[in-house]
Each structure stands twice: as structure tokens, then as C-alpha cells.
């Protein structure tokens, strides 16, 4: 299979520093790249082959005020990133387990990593950041998500949100009290259910896709989400070949919206013979529901305030 791909972050119009950061890590060339290691993509992360250990994608939002919302995002792509690769001896990923797996006990040991440093560090007290990350192996494209950060699958002229939001207004819209509409305005709608190193424990949700040729991931934090609506993300994509340009575009039209938070992209292209055709633009997800003990008693707060 073949991987065509792009990720840029983008401080916005309105705050003074990036609190959002991405990580591209390709296992067998044994190839990484944080949004900390500048704009300048490996070469060799632009268009490669996958290889047999797979690929995985990070994008993580940080929140918490001051710098420590950089520090907690930076804390969560590189703690998943020297997990994954076996930084940590003691505790990392079992070579043999699937690839999701050690997503998701990555991410885990990530929310214990970044809630350890703010009960440490007074500087970095309530900080957390939210984690949408994405295994990719063989044609199956697992989704691990923490927050509300976003995945989307475009399948030909079809876009569909592959994530769901771990929100107050994605659990109000899902028993029926205010509808998609109303969410987007609600005065709730920064408040997350859940977040990297808000609380000592974290439930990563998960999601598995089957691949098919000429599928296209798109990852992003809500600074980009809160502005585009999914149809506005298909057109400038579909209308963009390359996948740089198309971010370019994704993020001037996200400030062209006014730009108040951070912005922040991964663009992916499936393609290759090891790929079935699409039977049709229909995309199916495997997406279980919200944990039932997510409440607003364990909610977190986006920061609202320009900084």
C-alpha cells in the first residue's frame, strides 16, 4: 500500500503560541515527525510504501493556560511516540501485540505521564490535551480518540466523520436534547469529557475502518473542526490534488473564519493494488458509544481566551 502524505499546525489569528501538535511515526523505517521538529516534512514521509509494522498519526490539542498546554501536548505525541518505538523498556508495547493496541496502551501511559507532571509542577497544574490518533496496518485503519479532536474518512465525493466528539454537546445531541444544529452555537461546547492528563485514568475509544484504494484521512484539532463543516473540508480537499496545498487552504479558510484557536492538519492518501476498490462511496465505521460513566461531573474545559 502506498501513503501519500502531509500534516501542518498553524498558531491562528488571535493566540500567541501553538498548545496543538502532531506526530507521524512510520515503524518500519523506524521514521518520525512532531509538529516541536519544525514545518519541513522528512522527504521520506511525503509518499512511501507502508511497511509491515504499519503507520501511525497523532494529532493532540493541549489546553490548560501559560505554556502548559504545549507541554501537554508535546508530552502526549512524544510519550505515545517513544512508547510505541520502545523508549521505555520497562513499560513499552509488545512487539506481538496489534498496533492498535499499543495505541491505545500508549495512549494510556501518555494520561498517566502528563497527569504526573501536573501534580508535580505547579506551572503545569490542569493542564491536559485531547488525543486523536490513527493505526494504520495491512487495509485496517483503527482510530483511538480522547476528546474532541476530529478524524474524517473521504471516499471518493463522500466525507464522513470517523470520530465521535467526547463532549457535553455530542452526549446532549445523542439523547436528543439539542440537535447537530444547535451544538455547533451551544455555549457548552468547548467542554470535553475527557482529556489526556485530567484525571489519573482515561478510557481511549476506538474505531476500525477497512481501507479501500484512493481513501484519504484527514485528522485535525478543532481549531480547524469548529470552523469548516464537513462539506466545506470535501470540497477544498477534493479540489486540491496536492495534499500540501489542500492543507494550506484547509488552514487560510479556517482563519479566514477568524482563526481564534490553534490549527492544526494531517492529510493521508491511500492508494496501491494491495487495496480493494470501493463497491460504493458508502463508509463504514466500527464506532462503539460513549462509556456510559462519562458525565459532566468528569468534564474539562477548552480555554476560550485568546492568549
Same mark, same amino acid.
Given at each position: 500500500?502506498?501513503?501519500?502524505?502531509?500534516?501542518?499546525?498553524?498558531?491562528?489569528?488571535?493566540?500567541?503560541?501553538?498548545?496543538?501538535?502532531?506526530?507521524?511515526?512510520?515503524?518500519?523505517?523506524?521514521?518520525?515527525?512532531?509538529?516541536?521538529?519544525?514545518?519541513?516534512?522528512?522527504? @521520506?514521509?511525503?509518499?512511501?510504501?507502508?511497511? @509491515? =509494522?504499519?503507520?501511525?498519526?497523532?494529532?493532540?490539542?493541549?489546553?490548560?493556560?501559560?505554556?502548559?498546554?504545549?507541554?501537554?501536548?508535546?508530552?502526549?505525541?512524544?510519550?505515545?511516540?517513544?512508547?510505541?518505538?520502545?523508549?521505555?523498556?520497562?513499560?513499552? *508495547?509488545?512487539?506481538?501485540?496489534?498496533?492498535?493496541?499499543?495505541? =491505545?496502551?500508549?495512549?494510556?501511559?501518555?494520561?498517566?505521564?502528563?497527569?504526573?507532571?501536573?501534580?508535580?509542577?505547579?506551572? *503545569?497544574?490542569?493542564?491536559?490535551? !485531547?488525543?486523536?490518533?490513527?493505526?494504520?496496518?495491512?487495509?485496517?485503519?483503527?482510530?483511538?480518540?480522547?476528546?474532541?479532536?476530529?478524524?474524517?474518512?473521504?471516499? =471518493?465525493?463522500?466525507?464522513?466523520?470517523?470520530?465521535?466528539?467526547?463532549?457535553?454537546?455530542?452526549?446532549?445531541?445523542?439523547?436528543?436534547?439539542?440537535?447537530?444544529? @444547535?451544538?455547533?452555537?451551544?455555549?457548552?461546547?468547548?467542554?470535553?469529557?475527557?482529556?489526556?492528563?485530567?484525571?489519573?485514568?482515561? !478510557?481511549?475509544?476506538?474505531?476500525?475502518?477497512?481501507?479501500?484504494?484512493?481513501?484519504?484521512?484527514?485528522?485535525?484539532?478543532?481549531?480547524?473542526?469548529?470552523?469548516?463543516?464537513?462539506?466545506?473540508?470535501?470540497?477544498?480537499?477534493?479540489?486540491?490534488?496536492?495534499?500540501?496545498?489542500? *492543507?494550506?487552504?484547509?488552514?487560510? @479558510?479556517?482563519?479566514?473564519?477568524?482563526?481564534?484557536?490553534?490549527?492544526?492538519?494531517?492529510?493521508?492518501?491511500?492508494?496501491?493494488?494491495?487495496?480493494?476498490?470501493?463497491? !460504493?462511496?458508502?463508509?463504514?465505521?466500527?464506532?462503539?458509544?460513549?462509556?456510559?460513566?462519562?458525565?459532566?461531573?468528569?468534564?474539562?474545559?477548552?480555554?476560550?481566551?485568546?492568549?
Amino acid at each position: 500500500m502506498n501513503v501519500e502524505l502531509h500534516a501542518k499546525s498553524d498558531v491562528g489569528r488571535v493566540r500567541r503560541g501553538n498548545e496543538d501538535n502532531f506526530l507521524v511515526l512510520e515503524l518500519s523505517r523506524e521514521t518520525t515527525w512532531t509538529g516541536s521538529d519544525g514545518t519541513a516534512a522528512p522527504k @521520506e514521509l511525503a509518499d512511501f510504501e507502508l511497511g @509491515e =509494522k504499519g503507520l501511525v498519526l497523532v494529532v493532540s490539542d493541549g489546553m490548560g493556560g501559560a505554556l502548559a498546554g504545549d507541554v501537554a501536548s508535546r508530552m502526549a505525541v512524544d510519550s505515545v511516540r517513544d512508547m510505541i518505538m520502545g523508549g521505555n523498556s520497562e513499560d513499552g *508495547c509488545d512487539p506481538e501485540a496489534p498496533l492498535v493496541e499499543c495505541l =491505545k496502551h500508549a495512549t494510556v501511559y501518555a494520561n498517566h505521564a502528563i497527569h504526573n507532571r501536573s501534580q508535580e509542577d505547579s506551572r *503545569c497544574a490542569g493542564m491536559g490535551a !485531547t488525543f486523536t490518533g490513527a493505526a494504520i496496518h495491512k487495509d485496517f485503519l483503527d482510530l483511538v480518540q480522547v476528546g474532541d479532536s476530529r478524524g474524517y474518512i473521504i471516499r =471518493k465525493d463522500q466525507i464522513r466523520l470517523a470520530t465521535k466528539d467526547q463532549s457535553l454537546v455530542q452526549q446532549l445531541v445523542d439523547v436528543g436534547q439539542i440537535s447537530e444544529a @444547535e451544538a455547533e452555537t451551544h455555549m457548552f461546547r468547548n467542554v470535553i469529557l475527557q482529556a489526556l492528563g485530567a484525571q489519573g485514568d482515561v !478510557t481511549p475509544v476506538t474505531g476500525r475502518i477497512r481501507l479501500r484504494r484512493g481513501d484519504m484521512l484527514l485528522l485535525c484539532s478543532d481549531g480547524l473542526s469548529g470552523k469548516l463543516r464537513s462539506e466545506d473540508i470535501q470540497n477544498i480537499v477534493s479540489s486540491n490534488e496536492d495534499l500540501s496545498t489542500a *492543507c494550506d487552504e484547509l488552514i487560510a @479558510e479556517a482563519n479566514n473564519r477568524g482563526g481564534e484557536d490553534n490549527i492544526t492538519v494531517i492529510l493521508a492518501r491511500f492508494s496501491g493494488d494491495e487495496l480493494e476498490e470501493p463497491d !460504493t462511496d458508502r463508509i463504514t465505521i466500527e464506532l462503539p458509544p460513549l462509556e456510559e460513566d462519562m458525565t459532566l461531573d468528569d468534564s474539562y474545559e477548552h480555554d476560550t481566551e485568546p492568549r
